[in-house]
């Protein structure tokens, strides 16, 4: 079973400042994705970046970076240039991909706030 | 519709009843999820449909709690003698199936909220 690892439960950072979240899994899969999903208190899931684990090259996604390390199996958030828009509950996700079937497991989240 | 939509937004019940949530997912989307999230905490897998057959109903508590997507579109969460530890939010989302740029991204409605007194 696949299991999402996110050690911090809360963090803040000041607007403008740079934060990085963490996020560990465990898998004997070789082929899956990698999520980030915001949750802001409207609770609606948004989708922040996406990493394929067969591609080397960290995604981005304008403020919104990632540092995939495969091999350490870590898949950590870095949010440049925080704005007050970006507080909100931050969840990383597994996607176990087998013919066709996609299993999502999520971390149990790090709430992040930005301070003005 | 444009996007996943979830019906009730809030619902309330007393202990012992039946309720029903409803999900409907994104026009032409194949994969449906089910999530519980309790509060402070991650979503939980319940189900996961492709199209109308349940692929994984690991995630399911136990039997008070069903799913249904009889064509392939909309979805129907049932839980049976509710109990004051069903109280969570549930999620469903819906995904694409396929290689495309947009398959495998789950896109999650508001929720609904369920509260068991």
């Known amino acids: 079973a696949q299991t999402v690892t996110q050690s911090q439960p809360e963090m803040s950072v000041q607007e403008a400042e740079t934060v990085t979240l963490s996020c560990t899994y465990d898998?004997?899969?070789?082929?899956?994705?990698l999520f980030w999903y915001k949750q802001p208190p409207s609770r609606q899931m948004i989708l922040v970046i996406r990493?394929?684990?067969?591609?080397?090259q960290n995604a981005t996604e304008n403020r919104f970076s990632v540092n995939f390390q495969k091999a350490a199996k870590s898949f950590s958030l870095k949010i440049s240039d925080s704005q007050l828009g970006d507080t909100a509950m931050y969840f990383c996700?597994?996607?176990?991909?087998?013919?066709?079937?996609?299993?999502?497991?999520f971390g149990t989240g790090t709430k992040l706030q930005v301070i003005p | 519709g444009a996007g996943v939509s979830q019906t009730p937004s809030n619902k309330v019940t007393e202990k012992g009843k039946y309720v029903e949530l409803r999900c409907d997912p994104i026009s032409g989307h194949t994969a449906l999820y089910w999530y519980r999230q309790s509060l402070g905490q991650g979503p939980e897998f319940l189900i996961y449909f492709q199209g109308t057959g349940a692929a994984d109903d690991s995630g399911l508590p136990n039997d008070r709690f069903f799913a249904v997507r009889p064509e392939g579109s909309v979805s129907t969460l049932k839980i049976q003698r509710t109990e004051r530890g069903d109280s969570a939010v549930y999620l469903c989302?819906?995904?694409?199936?396929?290689?495309?740029?947009?398959?495998?991204?789950?896109?999650f409605g508001a929720g609904s909220r369920l509260t068991v007194l």
């Open positions: 989302a819906s995904s694409p199936l396929g290689q495309g740029s947009g398959a495998n991204v789950l896109t």
């Open positions: 990493q394929e684990a067969y591609k080397q």
């Open positions: 996700a597994f996607m176990r991909r087998s013919g066709g079937y996609q299993k999502v497991t």
């Open positions: 898998t004997s899969e070789n082929n899956y994705y």
